[in-house]
């Protein structure tokens, strides 16, 4: 086959290696592309003889993709963190460049993938692998190819210059290419997955959400110090890598909130008074992102970071399967993402309400008006919470009881009545 150099130089070219959002659909063009033989010298891949250095110093370094399981010794590992993943994403550039230079027919990326396994005990979450090949023997893979590189590419780009990135941010950086913003979030997750580590070890974050106020100073890495007292209208809730520590000193509990309308009726309301002098309020404003899931356990686990501060943890939900589901989320963690949960979760975490006893709460009209029947999906998913997280649920009985007698209730219920809110909170809350 005859090539041209310039054929291969263009695809691996920085600037060319992927399309413009402007120019034409990546997926026609990646389908088509041919390459040339070239020299070693000729290629402009990151750092690719530090990589091979590196990759042979490995012992039962292969062609396959690196797998989770690489390890330092424990006072190096977090050291060495930030050289390891980006040494494993040169390690991927390598091997594409090695099938090239031996003329493969094909080039092939392997990434792992979460499933749930149903018919496992406890519905264990699993993963599987897949390759992913260029050309390949459709558009549509050769696209998925192009996906994978180019987020490979942007995450190399963070880990070197030890900057942050948001999927929001990825996503924006080729639109055209990636189409929407769930293909970004899923081989976001995957690449980490593959690789053994957090997004957050990939310098990948998910765009603040949460909002967190009350009795805490956060000191950042850049030396800025927020008082989160200040405001009750609340803060956004930083990405914990960027927090240096935070002074626990005055904390006598946390709450976690479903929803972001509670969490400033209840900062609105006379109860901020105790919230500002001993306390903590969080909302991930419904399912929690990972950055404030992270930011629950940096302020509730007893660390040098948080001078060993380890307060009580209570959560407040709507009483219905949704508001079952996210509690558990903050306490167990997400079964779609459980090789990041251990630093996610919350397990002292304690739910407070939305409980069935305060569906009681004023006349018959007002309980009556607050009280709704559940819908299919609703139903549905109480029944799935059930059967695939025996050990994992917040309330099993409370679940239960919601589905025999077909009822539910959001948290604004207590706002019908006076006082209500601040009633649960003085009886439910350990605080002096």
Known sequence: ???????????????????????????????????????????????????????????????????????????QEAYDQDSNVTAKIEACFERIVDALLNEKDEISITLKSRKTNRSARDGEATSSERLICFPGKSAEEAWRFSVVLRILELMHEATRTNTVLSKRDIFYRDPALFGKQSHVDRYVDDIALTFGVTRSSLNVTAAAKGLIAGAVNICHKDGSIVDARADREGML??????????????????????????????????????????????????????????????????????????????????????????????????????????????????????????????????????????????????TKLLSDNPNEMLDRSELQTMLMFNMKAELQLLDSVPGAVDGLLTAELKYP
């Open 237 to 382: 809730i930083t990405n914990v890598n960027e927090i240096l520590s935070v002074d626990m000193s005055d904390v006598k509990f946390i709450l976690v909130i479903e929803k972001e309308a509670t969490f400033r009726s209840i900062a609105a309301s006379d109860f901020w008074d105790v919230i500002r002098s001993q306390g903590v309020v969080m909302t991930g404003k419904g399912y929690p992102d990972l950055s404030s899931r992270a930011m629950l356990r940096l302020l509730s686990t007893a660390s040098p970071q948080n001078g060993f501060a380890s307060p009580p943890v209570y959560g407040l939900a709507d009483f219905d399967p949704d508001g079952m589901a996210i509690l558990s989320t903050y306490k167990y963690g997400s079964r779609a993402l459980m090789h990041e949960s251990e630093e996610h979760c919350v397990p002292q975490l304690q739910r407070i309400g939305l409980r069935s006893a305060h569906l009681l709460v004023g006349d018959d009209t007002q309980g009556a008006q607050g009280i709704l029947a559940l819908t299919a999906r609703d139903r549905k998913k109480g």
């Open 1 to 75: 086959m005859d090539f041209d150099d310039d054929d291969f130089q263009d695809l691996f070219d920085e600037a060319q290696l992927l399309p413009d959002s402007s120019q034409e659909s990546l997926n026609d063009q990646t389908a088509n592309i041919t390459f040339a033989e070239v020299a070693d010298e000729d290629f402009d891949i990151p750092n690719l003889q530090r990589c091979r250095d590196a990759n042979e110093r490995k012992e039962n370094d292969s062609d396959e993709m690196i797998e989770a399981g690489d390890s330092a010794p424990a006072e």
